[in-house]
Structure formats: C-alpha cells, structure tokens
C-alpha cells in the first residue's frame, strides 16, 4: 500500500484518480490541485504544483511513493529534473519526462527537427523567427495552400492556425512573430504543409527503456456538430479508432514508435511517461502531426476505461523501469465520451452555475473537467469544458447513445453538448 500524488485539475486527472482509488495498492491518495470529482476518490491540495520546493516538501512529509503529472506545463519547466536533483525526492517514482523529455510537446521546432532526423514520416515544415521573418513572407507566398501556422512553445492548445490563402498566413505570421500573439510561445512559428486525411492519436507508455501502447483513440476539437466552428480543448473522443486496425498499427509502431524511442536513446533523453503521438491516416500511411509528452483530454477519458490492469501497478511499473513485465489487458468494448461544456466556450464564458441531476445518471462515468464546491457546499461549473460522460458499448452508436441519455439528465445553465461524437464511422 502506498501513497500517491497525482497532479493536475482536469477531466484525464478524474479519470486516473478514480483509476487510482480502485487499487488494492492505493493507501491514500492526493490530487493536486484536483476538482469537485477528485475529492470523491482522495484529498485536494491547494498548493500551486510550478512551486516546486513547496511540491517537494509536501512529498517528503507525506510519504509519497509515486508522482504521476498529468498536464505539460510542470514537465516542461522541470518537475521531474527538480525531484532528480534532490536525494530525499530521487527515490521517489516518478511519471513524466524530464525537461530535455517534454522538449516534445514545449517546442514543435525541436520535434520537428528530431521527427526529421530520425526518419519520422511527418509534413514538409520550416521555422521563422523575428530574424527572418521577411524571409519567411517570402516562403509563403509559393506555399501550397491550405497553409498549417504553429506556435512554437505553449500556447494552451490554441497555437495552430490554418490558413487558406497567401495573405491571411502572411498576415498571422506577422501578428504571431513581430505582434506576440501567442506571447513567447510564438516567438518561432513552424510553417508547415496541410497533411490530408483522418486524425487520430496513439498513446505510449514509457520506462525509460521499455513500453506499452496504449488503445488508440480520436478526439473531435471543433465546437460545432459535423467539426464546425472553433477549436476547443475537446468535445468528445472515442476508442477504438475503427480504421486503426492491425495492419495501420504495425506502421504506427515499426515507423513511429519504435522510431521515436530509439531517437529518444540516441539523444540521450531517458524518458518515463507518456507519449502522446497525434497522427494523420494520409491514405492508409501514418504521419506525425504532433508529440505531446502526456496523456490528452478527453482521451484519457475513453482510453483509461478500456485498460484493465491495476492502474497503479501500470504506473509504478512505468516509474521503475519494469514495464517489460506488463501483459497489458484491454477491454474490446468501444467507449464513447461526450463533453459537456459552458456556453461561450471556447470564448467568453461564465462560470459558477449550480449542477444538478449528476446523481440520476446511470450506465455512464462523469469526469469532472472544470468543477467545484461553491461555499454553499454545490458542485459549481469553474471552466469552459465542464464534464466528461464516458459510456462503454458494443458499438460508437450504442455508447454514444448511453453518454447522450445521460448528457440530458446533467442539468446548468447554458450547457452546451456535441450530439455527433464519433459521426464519421456511424
């Protein structure tokens, strides 16, 4: 039995909480800082998780015997090389890359040149800063369209812009470089060629030396029903993904993973954590969109449910190099997630309406995303994306079905929900 910390505040943090909590292993567990739905499986802690000497401190004073970091942020300004350096903390297991690791997801223009040098099948791209920007114009204007305009740094999922035509991509380059629209995150932009096909993003679990691939699954960012409107963090997912059967998975790994990892070593990165590998299906041949160097949301919330080891095992694995010895198990089922969210998202919202109904709800799991007790003891909305319904079924049409019922009982003001979840493979 062993205490955990868990870090985090999202829906894919509910969801490996609960996970968590299922555990023979599980002692006590803590979620830092957590939500209204974390509370129900361990304590929230209010400390700020980039003030790392106070995350240390509360480690040692809670005998914790594992660390697992679910948003990028800690990772890419060096959680895990902060525990590292530290004696009392260093025997501590710890999933989530260290700086050099999460380099993945904090620089696209890293990724890029690493996807590039270690043969990764990804799209044509090259990088401009406020150096060469005139140049970069330039670049532009031969570009075939649409044309893909990336951020470089963190930009909180909102740091890709497509572009359909020459001027608007010369005029986001300009307002991205010499404007700062992203902040320093776009103090680099990567111009990069629109890849056509079906998204998709697989999952790796890494030891430092061994891994596991987790399902494979799809989340739909785009605020409308049939992928209109504006991205967003995530309306919904689904996994399996139907067209990832074996024979694209083989590609995925022998192109990708095994790839990435041997890329990885050569760089001397000794990495432990998840990769999170966004794909492009361009007519049956996978290519790399993007690497994230955690779990996403809400996938986490359609690709947890399927796992059926004990999640803590899985992940003390992972933190002390013995994945080699993990028979993953997966359920066949297909699980469908819907996200409910606040109206306004991804814009200007409100937060702090009442929920209701939340204990009506059957044959679904609720992931509290944006939640938490208001003063009067309510469990309030506190963001854009508000709740994850997670349903498992023989079919995307017979758990979307479960997640929508349910979707109807939830109940605040100015809820909003996408219907269509999965609709391309119904």
Not at 89 to 103: C, E, K, M
Not at 198 to 207: G, Q, Y
Not at 288 to 302: A, W
Not at 336 to 350: H, N, Q, R
């Amino acid at each position: 039995m062993i205490n955990i910390l868990l870090i985090g505040s999202g829906g894919r943090e509910h969801a490996f909480a609960k996970a968590f909590a299922q555990s023979e292993h599980c002692q006590q567990l803590f979620i830092m800082p957590g939500n209204a739905g974390t509370q129900a499986h361990g304590i929230n802690v209010t400390i700020d998780v980039n003030q790392f000497d106070l995350v240390g401190d509360f480690c040692l004073q809670n005998k914790i015997s594992l660390v697992v970091v679910g948003p990028e942020d800690p990772l890419v300004k060096g959680l895990r090389d902060f525990f590292m350096a530290d004696p009392k903390l260093a025997g501590i297991a710890f999933v989530g890359p260290d700086r050099a690791g999460a380099q993945m997801e904090g620089s696209k223009d890293w990724s890029k040149q690493f996807m590039q040098k270690y043969g990764i099948p990804t799209a044509a791209y090259k990088t401009f800063t406020q150096y060469n920007l005139e140049e970069g114009l330039a670049y532009l204007e031969n570009h075939s369209l649409p044309i893909v305009l990336k951020a470089d740094g963190l930009a909180a999922g909102k740091g890709v812009l497509i572009c359909n035509t020459v001027a608007e991509a010369q005029a986001e380059l300009v307002e991205m470089i010499a404007a700062q629209k992203f902040g320093s995150a776009s103090d680099k932009v990567v111009v990069e060629e629109f890849l056509q096909g079906i998204e998709l993003s697989v999952f790796v679990l890494c030891d430092g030396k061994n891994y596991v691939l987790l399902p494979s699954a799809k989340d739909y960012k785009r605020i409308g029903e049939g992928d209109t409107g504006l991205n967003t963090g995530g309306m919904g997912a689904i996994s399996p993904v139907p067209f990832a059967d074996e024979v694209f998975m083989q590609k995925v790994e022998s192109q990708i993973v095994a790839k990435t990892l041997l890329g990885l070593q050569a760089e001397h990165i000794h990495y432990v954590g998840f990769i999170f590998v966004g794909l492009m299906d361009v007519n049956g041949e996978p290519k790399v969109i993007e690497y994230n160097s955690r779990m996403g949301d809400p996938e986490t919330e359609v690709v947890l449910p399927r796992i059926q080891n004990d999640m803590v095992e899985l992940m003390m694995a992972a933190g002390t190099g013995k994945l080699n010895e993990v028979n993953l198990q997966i359920d066949a089922r297909t699980a469908v997630t819907v996200m409910l969210v606040s109206k306004g998202y991804p814009e200007a919202f409100e937060r702090g309406k009442v929920m209701s109904g939340l204990d009506e709800v059957a044959g679904s799991t609720l992931y509290h995303a944006g939640t938490k007790f208001s003063d009067a003891g309510e469990i309030v909305t506190n963001g854009g994306r508000v709740m994850a319904i997670t349903s498992l079924g023989s079919s995307i049409q017979e758990a979307l079905n479960q997640s929508r019922e349910n979707a109807e009982k939830i109940q605040f003001e100015n809820k909003y929900y996408r219907k269509d979840i999965g609709f391309e493979f119904l």
